[in-house]
C-alpha cells in the first residue's frame, strides 16, 4: 500500500513538471543545512515554501518532505516554513538535520466564506453569511447534506421526510419568501449554479456557506429570492498521497407513530370481530439497517493536487420494500503552469441510485384497518385480491398488501463535469472562464398488481406506469477580478458574463389489463389497454434559457471601514418578449468600532447594514403563451377506428408574466469578546415581495381556463436572529465549546389582486372526504397558516359538541368561525456543545421550535365512535367515549406542536496506539440521531408542515398517509493511511 501510494505520487509529480518551471533555486555558497517537513500526524508535507528571512535564498521540500539549503558560513540566520493552510514557523537552524512540524491553521481557515464567484474573510463580509466547515457539521447516518446544517444556521430551518429514506428535505431561509415560485434556497455547487442538492455526496462536503440577505444573494438575481446555499467540495492537499476509509453501520426502528386501538378496545367500543388480531404497524415496517463505506486519495505536489472519493451507501427504509442502494464518485484535480500563472480545475462527479419509493399510503391503511382483521384468508372471496383480505370501505385498504403486492421503483442517474480556467494577467488581474454541464437522469417503474385492490389494480386488471425525465444543464461563465492596495484602502472588483441553458424531456406509459403480473412494468406489449383506448402514452420538451451580466465591487479601508456594491441583469427565456430582464443591485457597508473606541474585552464590534433586490422565476415555462393538451384523465374518440386523444386548454396565456422582486433591508452586529473565546452576530431583516407570482381564478368566458397564473401578490416577512459562539474552556486535554442559535419569524400576506381580479379572502387546505371545508384563512394583511374552525368548549350530555357562540345568536354557524390557530412558528432555537477530553470527543445538537400548531388529521377522521363500524380508531390522550357524534372538524383537533428535540448525540475516541508506519490515524464512533422528543403533540411528527396539498398557504396540517419518525443508532470508524 505504501509503495503503491509513493509510486502514484511521483508519477504524478512527473506529469506535472512537464507543464512547470522550476519552482525553486538555491545557492551553494557554504554551509548546508537539510531537514524534513511534517504536520502532526508524521506525514511528509510537499512543497512547502522554506526561506532564509529577510533574503530571496529558499527552496521547498521534495516528494519526501525534505529539504536541503545552502548559506553563507558561521551567519546566524532564521528560517520561515509556509504552506497553504498551516500555521508559518520561524527556526533557528542547529547543527542536526531539522525536523520541523507544521500545525495546521484551522482558525483561518474558519475564517473565510465563500460569498459567490469570491469569498472573503468574516472581518471583510457586510451581508448576513453564515459558514459551516466540515468539522462543525452533523454527524451520524447522514443521507442528505441538508442534514449537515440542522440546528446550525439562525434562520434556516430544515424538516426531515421523518423514516422516508428516498423523501426530500424541506429547506426554508427565513421563512416563505415565494408564494407560487421556488421555496428553496438556491444550490450552488463548486460554482455552478442551480443543481441538485441530492448530486452531492455529503461525506465529500468541505463547507457549507449560506447567504441569507438580499444584497448578499443578490449577485445570483433571479434565482436569490430564497437564499443561498454554496457548496465547497474537498480538494487534494499538497504532500504525500493520503487514503481516507470511512464506514458506519446504523440501525434505525420506529419512534412516535400515530397510536390507536388494540383489538381489546376496538371489540369493546363496539368494533367486529373479524377472526384476526394484528398490529398492522408492525407488520409493515422493520428496523431499517443501512451500510455506508467511503473511500478516497488524495495528495499533490506545488504544481498539481488531486483528490478521488468512491462512496456505496446501502440504506434499507422503515417502510418494508422501501430503501435505495447507491453509489458514488468524484474526482478533482488542480494543475497550476506557466509560474503558477493559470491554473486549471477539473472536477468530475457520478451517481447511480437504484431506489424502491413503496407507497405512503400503507402508513394510512396501518392506522385504520381494523385490528381484528386478518392479514390473509383462505375465504375463497378473497382469492380475486391474492389472498390478503381487504375490506370493501371506501378508501381502506390492507397495508401489508399494498406493501407487498405492489412495485414502485426509481432509478437515478447523474454525471455532471466542471472545468475552470484561471489566469493571471498581471499580479492584480484574473481572467476566469468556466464550462460545467449537469447530466440528470430519472427512471420510474410502477406497477399495481391485477390482485391489489388499492390502485385500482383489481378493476383494471394490472396496471403499469413507466417513464422517464432528462435534465440537462450547461453554464458557461467568464469572469474578471481586479485587486489592489492602496496604501490603507484593499479593493477588490469582478465583472462577469454567465449563460446557462436547461432541457428537460419527459416521456411516460401507462397501461393495464395484463394476462399475468409476471412482467410488471416492462412489458407494455401485453397490456391490452392499448387495444381498447384505455392506454395513455405522453411526452413533453422544456427548454429555458438565463444570460446574465454582474459585478461587484468591495471595499476595505484600514480593516475599519467596509463597503460591497453589486449589479447582475438578468434576461431569462420564461417571459413575455417585453419582460425578459431585469435589475437586481445589492449594497452593503459595515464599520468596526473597535478601530475608533478603546472598548475593554472588545475583539470585534462591526456594525453593518444592508439593502438588495433578487427575484424568482415561475416553476413552468412557456406560461406567456396558450397551452393545449390532453389534462389529468385523458379522453379519446373513436374516429374511423382509431382512437385520437381531445386537448383541452392547459393555462391562460400571460405576456405580462414578470419577475417577482424581494427587496430585503438587513441590519446586523458582528462581534468578539475575551480574546475571541466569544462571539455572535445579530440579524434584524424586514422582506418585501412584490409582483408574487400566484394563481388567480378568471371568468371563462372570455378565458379559455378557469386559473392565470399572475403577477399579483404580496409578501411581507421579518425577523430576527442570533448566533453564540462561546470557547467555554480549552487546554492542554480539555476543551468545551457551545454553539447557539435563535430566529423569529413572522410572514404575512399583503394584497393579492391586480386590476379587477381580486383573490378576495380564501380558504385552502382542504379536508378529506367526506369531510367538507377548509382549515386554513387567506386573508389580504393577514399572517400566513391562520386555521379557522369553532371553538371546541366540551361535549353536553347528549354526546354532541359544545362550540361556542360568539356572537349570541340562537344556533352556531359559520358566523362563529374564528382563528384557532397558526401553522408557522414563533421562534425557534439550536444548541450544540462539543467536548474533547484528552482523545474522547462528545458532541450533541438540541433544537427547539415554538409557537406553531398542526391539524391532525388522523383524531379529526379517525377518533369518533361513530367511525368504528368500518375503521380502526386513533386513540391519543384526547380520545372521549362520551362523544356520539360524527367526525367534524374544530378547535379540538388543533394540537400545540412546539416542541424539544435532541437531534444528534456522537462519542468518539481516537485511537493513538497505532503504528504510523499504516495507519495516520483513527478514530471510532457511536451517535444517535432523534433521540428524544418533548412535546404535548399527539400525532405522528410536531415538525412544522410548510406545505400541504402542494400549497406553500396551507401549512400546518400533518396529512394522513405521514411516515412515521424513527430513532437511529450508528456506528463507525474513520481511518487515514
Known amino acids: ?98 525536523e520541523v512540524v507544521l500545525i495546521e491553521d484551522i482558525q483561518s481557515l474558519k475564517e473565510i466564506v465563500v460569498i459567490g464567484y469570491g469569498s472573503q474573510t468574516k472581518k471583510e463580509v457586510t451581508g448576513a453569511v453564515a459558514g459551516v466547515n466540515s468539522e462543525d457539521f452533523n454527524k451520524g447516518n447522514i443521507v442528505n447534506p441538508a442534514q449537515l446544517l440542522q440546528g446550525k444556521v439562525a434562520g434556516l430551518n430544515i424538516v426531515s421526510p421523518q423514516g422516508n429514506p428516498n423523501g426530500d428535505y424541506i429547506i426554508r431561509l427565513r421563512g416563505l419568501s415565494t408564494l407560487g415560485a421556488n421555496t428553496q434556497p438556491l444550490i450552488v455547487i463548486d460554482g455552478v449554479v442551480g443543481v441538485d442538492l441530492n448530486s452531492v455526496e455529503p461525506n465529500d462536503i468541505a463547507s457549507m456557506d449560506i447567504l441569507k440577505d438580499g444584497a448578499a444573494a443578490s449577485i445570483y438575481g433571479t434565482r436569490g429570492s430564497s437564499g443561498v446555499i454554496l457548496i465547497t467540495t474537498k480538494s487534494g492537499k499538497r504532500g504525500k498521497a493520503s487514503m481516507e476509509y470511512n464506514t458506519y453501520l446504523s440501525a434505525e426502528s420506529k419512534d412516535r407513530t400515530m397510536p390507536v386501538m388494540t383489538k381489546d378496545e376496538y371489540l369493546k367500543y363496539g368494533g367486529t370481530d373479524l377472526g384476526g388480531n394484528t398490529n398492522w404497524m408492525d407488520e409493515i415496517t422493520r428496523t431499517a439497517f443501512s451500510h455506508v463505506h467511503n473511500l478516497s486519495v488524495s495528495g499533490g505536489t506545488p504544481q498539481t493536487t488531486y483528490r478521488a472519493s468512491f462512496n456505496y451507501r446501502d440504506a434499507q427504509g422503515i417502510l418494508l420494500n422501501t430503501g435505495f442502494k447507491q453509489l458514488n464518485g468524484r474526482f478533482n484535480i488542480i494543475q497550476r503552469m506557466f509560474n503558477d500563472r493559470l491554473t486549471v480545475n477539473l472536477s468530475l462527479a457520478a451517481t447511480s441510485k437504484d431506489a424502491k419509493l413503496g407507497f405512503d399510503d400503507a402508513f394510512r391503511g396501518a392506522i385504520i384497518m381494523p385490528p381484528s382483521a386478518p392479514i390473509m384468508t383462505d375465504e375463497p372471496y378473497y382469492k380475486r385480491y391474492g389472498g390478503y383480505y381487504q375490506s370493501e370501505v371506501l378508501e381502506l385498504y390492507n397495508p401489508v398488501a399494498i406493501v407487498k403486492q405492489n412495485i414502485n421503483d426509481q432509478k437515478v442517474k447523474r454525471l455532471s463535469y466542471n472545468i475552470l480556467a484561471d489566469y493571471n494577467i498581471t499580479d492584480n488581474l484574473i481572467a476566469s472562464i468556466r464550462y460545467a454541464q449537469n447530466n440528470d437522469n430519472w427512471i420510474n417503474g410502477q406497477y399495481i398488481s391485477k390482485y391489489s385492490r388499492f390502485g385500482d389494480g383489481v378493476n383494471r386488471n394490472g396496471l403499469a406506469t413507466r417513464s422517464t425525465l432528462d435534465h440537462k444543464n450547461n453554464l458557461l461563465e467568464m469572469t474578471g477580478r481586479y485587486s489592489r492596495t492602496f496604501d490603507k484602502l484593499n479593493l477588490s472588483a469582478l465583472a462577469g458574463y454567465s449563460f446557462q441553458d436547461f432541457t428537460t424531456e419527459r416521456f411516460q406509459m401507462q397501461g393495464g389489463n395484463f394476462l399475468t403480473d409476471a412482467f410488471t412494468y416492462n412489458n407494455f406489449a401485453a397490456a391490452r389497454d392499448f387495444t381498447d383506448g384505455k392506454g395513455s402514452v405522453s411526452s413533453f420538451k422544456e427548454k429555458n434559457k438565463l444570460i446574465s451580466f454582474f459585478g461587484r465591487l468591495n471595499l476595505n479601508y484600514d480593516n475599519t471601514y467596509f463597503i460591497s456594491a453589486s449589479l447582475r441583469r438578468e434576461g431569462s427565456t420564461r417571459f413575455g418578449s ?335 496506539m497505532l503504528p504510523k508506519k499504516y495507519i495516520s490515524s483513527a478514530r471510532v464512533y457511536v451517535s444517535g440521531q432523534n433521540l428524544f422528543y418533548i412535546t404535548d403533540y399527539s400525532g405522528v411528527d410536531p415538525e412544522v408542515r410548510y406545505i400541504y396539498d402542494n400549497n406553500v398557504l396551507a401549512p400546518g396540517i400533518e396529512p394522513l398517509n405521514s411516515w412515521v419518525t424513527t430513532r437511529t443508532f450508528t456506528i463507525g470508524i474513520n481511518l487515514t493511511f
Open 1 to 98: 500500500m505504501i509503495k503503491l501510494k509513493r509510486v502514484l505520487v511521483q508519477t504524478l509529480l512527473c506529469c506535472s513538471m512537464l507543464f512547470i518551471l522550476p519552482a525553486a533555486f538555491a545557492q551553494n555558497t557554504g554551509k548546508t543545512i537539510t531537514g524534513i517537513v511534517t504536520d502532526v500526524e508524521e506525514n511528509p508535507l510537499i512543497g512547502v515554501n522554506v526561506f532564509v528571512e529577510n533574503t530571496s535564498i529558499g527552496t521547498v521540500t521534495d516528494v519526501n518532505g525534505e529539504f536541503t539549503i545552502d548559506i553563507l558560513p558561521d551567519k546566524e540566520i532564521t528560517l520561515t516554513f509556509s504552506y497553504l493552510g498551516y500555521l508559518t514557523q520561524k527556526v533557528i537552524p542547529g547543527n542536526k538535520k531539522m
Open 578 to 912: 417585453g419582460n425578459k430582464w431585469g435589475n437586481f443591485p445589492g449594497l452593503s457597508a459595515g464599520v468596526d468600532l473597535k478601530h475608533l473606541f478603546e472598548i475593554p474585552f472588545i475583539d470585534q464590534l462591526k456594525i453593518r447594514g444592508s439593502y438588495g433586490i433578487t427575484g424568482a422565476l415561475p416553476d413552468q415555462s412557456y406560461l406567456s403563451q396558450q397551452l393545449y393538451g390532453p389534462g389529468d384523465s385523458p379522453t379519446y374518440f373513436l374516429n374511423n377506428g382509431v382512437f385520437t386523444p381531445v386537448y383541452y386548454p392547459l393555462s391562460n396565456p400571460n405576456p405580462d408574466l414578470k419577475w417577482e422582486t424581494k427587496k430585503e433591508t438587513n441590519i446586523g452586529v458582528d462581534f468578539k469578546m475575551i480574546n475571541s473565546r466569544l462571539s455572535g452576530t445579530l440579524d434584524y431583516y424586514v422582506r418585501k415581495t412584490t409582483g408574487a407570482l400566484i394563481t388567480l381564478n378568471v371568468p371563462v368566458p372570455p378565458n379559455l381556463y378557469k386559473t392565470t397564473l399572475l403577477n399579483a401578490g404580496e409578501l411581507f416577512n421579518r425577523g430576527l436572529e442570533l448566533s453564540l459562539g462561546y470557547l467555554v474552556v480549552q487546554n492542554n486535554k480539555f476543551s468545551w465549546n457551545a454553539l447557539a442559535t435563535f430566529a423569529t419569524y413572522n410572514s404575512e400576506v399583503g394584497s393579492l389582486s391586480i386590476g379587477d381580479i381580486k383573490y378576495g379572502v380564501r380558504e385552502v387546505g382542504g379536508l378529506p372526504a367526506p369531510l367538507t371545508g377548509n382549515v386554513i384563512r387567506v386573508e389580504e394583511n393577514k399572517p400566513i397558516g391562520q386555521m379557522i374552525g369553532w371553538i371546541y368548549e366540551g361535549v353536553d350530555k347528549n354526546g354532541q359538541y359544545i362550540l361556542k357562540n360568539l356572537d349570541n345568536d340562537p344556533a352556531v354557524n359559520d358566523k362563529d368561525v374564528a382563528i384557532i390557530g397558526r401553522g408557522l412558528p414563533k421562534w425557534e432555537f439550536g444548541l450544540t456543545n462539543t467536548f474533547t477530553y484528552r482523545n474522547f470527543d462528545l458532541n450533541f445538537s438540541l433544537r427547539g421550535v415554538y409557537g406553531h400548531n398542526l391539524v391532525n388529521l388522523s383524531r379529526t377522521m379517525f377518533e369518533q365512535l361513530d367511525r368504528i363500524g368500518g375503521w380502526n380508531l386513533v386513540k391519543t390522550k384526547y380520545f372521549n367515549p362520551d362523544y356520539k357524534g360524527k367526525a367534524a372538524f374544530n378547535s379540538y383537533y388543533v394540537e400545540d406542536a412546539s416542541f424539544l428535540k435532541l437531534d444528534n448525540l456522537t462519542l468518539g475516541y481516537n485511537i493513538k
